[in-house]
């Protein structure tokens, strides 16, 4: 896939705050790249830049290979669905939708094709004389991925799109957007603070924290190799322990030395662990290296939340089997199961 | 039971004696205009000679003419002007934003004579001849920051994202002013134009001072004229009794039947 966009060493500060801490990230053609993070991660600052609401203090944009740090958002081929939809309230959908092509002053005939067939891709045939201010939430969406769509930008910028969306609603919608992703064939970056919705619709998931991206790669990679102790943490529920790596493939932690897959860190060097709760099995008392008690149960549908206690730690373990509360029983893991990550600055 | 019915009595004749207070002699005014003779107390049958003579009179005419096109003249700039200072305050940091209110709300909470005076002292410090031109260019500023207090609520109430999503779209900012920022606010626009055009109409005291070479509004001549009994001032009067309480009933009905309009749609 060819290189669309590329941020190179963006600094941006609000004030006093340091937002954006030198971010270098490439987005290729037809990808869906979600940036993910908590608020105030800076996220929806790098979106903002790249539809040239704001400019950075420091680095260069460029879209095409072309720097377009000084190109303005109206020049850009570049199209925004805004959080809160942003509508122009005035005007009906049709009208909505047709504004871009106004503007750039398409005759009346393409106009009224263009806008049927996004109509058409957004579920929304036989909307057109509606006020935008008489739909629904989830009509108003829709509306606002038409009016950005039907310009045909390269890139499509999304700012959390669904949040204001009822929970079953943001579901249909999340499986929707890929689809419509799919069929236009073009680059969505989206940005949310659900790991959940990114892990469905990505094709590459940006983590973001403090300004500063944390990890960039696929959803099983983000999920099944975080980076480190932050990403771990965000995605998804995790058992993280401190530990020391003894030598290649030796990890000690909670003073018993377990075997791994992870290789090539310095020996004898803190590291952080994650075992993820639905790789970690509740087996009887002699067959498991680390021993507990059943401190609580909780069910949760598909799955029981297990919380046992060993004298260092409670663990979280997802299973489908029912247990049996205060009964001691044994963990087990398969060398696999550990990721190890290097130790955060920070932490 | 009896005591708080005449309890009712009481208020509403209060109440009609107040309105009678206030409106008897507007309506005095306006039915003696009709009168036929030169009296301004007793009614001897209804003629139009008044209107006639008014508007045969070439002094009354002009200053009707200048009125007019002064009112809508300074209507217009200040209707742009204020509006686009709001859109500009709207943006602004807080603090530009609270002092430029600040100063905006001056001339409109100064008395009158000082507005007029000190304009006077500063076209005559400059040396401009005070005529038409001054007294349009007084009208603008004294009208122009009613204009901005009634589109900023407007404007307060806008998407922040709008702007942003018609610039998304391709518009460049005066497109995005023009399409999407001001159908937005027109109301409030409307209503500030309505304001200004009543405010400027009606206005003596600052015409007064800052006119000059025969130049008359309505109201100087009407001044003028008022030592002597001319019953042609009732016919005067009354054309701008109707035209005030015409364009103050747009600018109260005009938002009513916004929102009913509005809730229209919503069903």
């Given at each position: 896939?060819?290189?669309l966009i590329e941020f190179k060493n963006i600094v941006k500060s609000f004030d006093d705050s340091l937002v954006l801490k030198g971010i270098n990230l490439s987005?290729?053609?037809?990808?869906?790249?979600?940036?993910?993070?908590?608020?105030g991660c800076g996220k929806t600052t790098l979106l903002r830049i790249l539809g040239g609401f704001i400019s950075q203090n420091e680095g260069h944009v460029y879209f095409d290979d072309i720097e377009i740090s000084n190109v303005p958002p109206y020049k850009r081929e570049i199209n925004t669905v805004f959080q809160r939809y942003a509508l122009f309230p005035h005007m009906n959908v049709h009208d909505n939708i047709a504004f871009g092509l106004h503007?750039?002053?398409?005759?009346k005939q393409t106009i009224e094709q263009k806008v049927k067939k996004m109509l058409k891709l957004v579920n929304l045939q036989g909307y057109e004389d509606r006020p935008v201010t008489l739909l629904s939430g989830g009509q108003q969406q829709r509306v606002a991925i038409a009016r950005a769509l039907v310009n045909e930008p390269m890139v499509l910028l999304l700012d959390e799109p669904l949040g204001a969306l009822d929970l079953k609603l943001r579901k249909e919608m999340q499986v929707e957007l890929k689809k419509i992703q799919q069929e236009v064939g073009i680059t969505f970056i989206y940005v949310t603070h659900d790991q959940e919705e990114a892990l469905t619709m990505s094709?590459?998931?940006?983590?973001?924290n403090n300004g500063e991206i944390q990890q960039i790669g696929s959803p099983t990679d983000i999920y099944n190799e975080p980076e480190n102790r932050f990403v771990a943490d965000f995605i998804g529920e995790s058992n993280i322990l401190e530990g020391v790596m003894v030598e290649d493939y030796k990890v000690k932690f909670d003073d018993q030395t377990f075997e791994c897959v992870d290789y090539g860190f310095e020996d004898n060097l803190e590291v952080d662990i994650v075992l993820r709760p639905e790789d970690i099995d509740i087996v009887p008392l002699e067959m498991g290296r680390i021993k507990g008690v059943i401190k609580s149960t909780i069910f949760k549908g598909v799955h029981f939340e297990v919380v046992v206690e060993t004298p260092y730690r409670e663990w979280i373990i997802h299973t489908t089997d029912k247990v049996e509360l205060d009964k001691e029983v044994g963990l087990h893991f398969f060398p696999e199961d550990i990721h190890i990550m290097y130790k955060m600055g920070s932490y | 039971m009896v005591g708080a019915k005449s309890h009712k009595v009481l208020i509403f004749a209060l109440m009609a004696g107040i309105l009678a207070f206030f409106y008897l002699p507007i309506i005095s005014l306006m039915v003696f205009s009709f009168n036929d003779s030169r009296s301004l107390t007793s009614w001897s049958g209804f003629s139009l000679q008044?209107?006639?003579?008014?508007?045969?009179?070439?002094?009354?005419?002009?200053?009707i003419t200048t009125t007019l096109s002064i009112a809508l003249m300074s209507t217009f700039v200040a209707t742009i002007l204020g509006t686009l200072a709001a859109i500009g305050v709207s943006k602004s940091k807080r603090l530009v934003k609270e002092i430029v209110l600040s100063v905006n709300n001056f001339p409109i909470l100064n008395p009158e004579i000082v507005t007029a005076i000190?304009?006077?002292?500063?076209?005559?410090?400059?040396?401009?001849?005070k005529g038409y031109l001054?007294?349009?260019?007084?009208?603008?500023?004294?009208?122009?920051?009613?204009?901005?207090?009634?589109?900023?609520?407007?404007?307060?109430?806008?998407?922040?994202d709008i702007a942003e999503a018609a610039l998304d779209l391709g518009a460049t900012p005066l497109e995005a002013l023009w399409k999407v920022i001001v159908p937005m606010i027109l109301p409030g626009i409307?209503?500030?134009?309505?304001?200004?055009?009543?405010m400027s109409f009606d206005d003596f005291v600052i015409s007064y001072f800052v006119s000059g070479n025969g130049v008359k509004n309505i109201s100087i001549l009407v001044y003028t004229m008022s030592k002597r009994i001319n019953p042609t001032i009732n016919a005067l009067s009354t054309i701008l009794v109707v035209i005030i309480t015409v364009v103050l009933l747009i600018v109260n009905l005009y938002p009513m039947l916004n929102k009913k309009k509005e809730l229209k749609e919503a069903e």
């Open positions: 896939m060819r290189k987005i290729h053609e037809n990808e869906f790249v979600t940036l993910l993070g908590p608020s503007i750039k002053k398409q005759d094709d590459t998931i940006v983590v973001m | 008044w209107y006639e003579a008014l508007f045969k009179n070439r002094e009354m005419m002009m200053a000190g304009l006077m002292l500063l076209y005559s410090s400059l040396n401009i001849q001054t007294m349009l260019l007084a009208h603008i500023i004294f009208s122009t920051p009613y204009v901005i207090l009634s589109v900023l609520p407007k404007l307060r109430r806008l998407d922040p409307i209503s500030g134009a309505l304001i200004a055009f009543t």
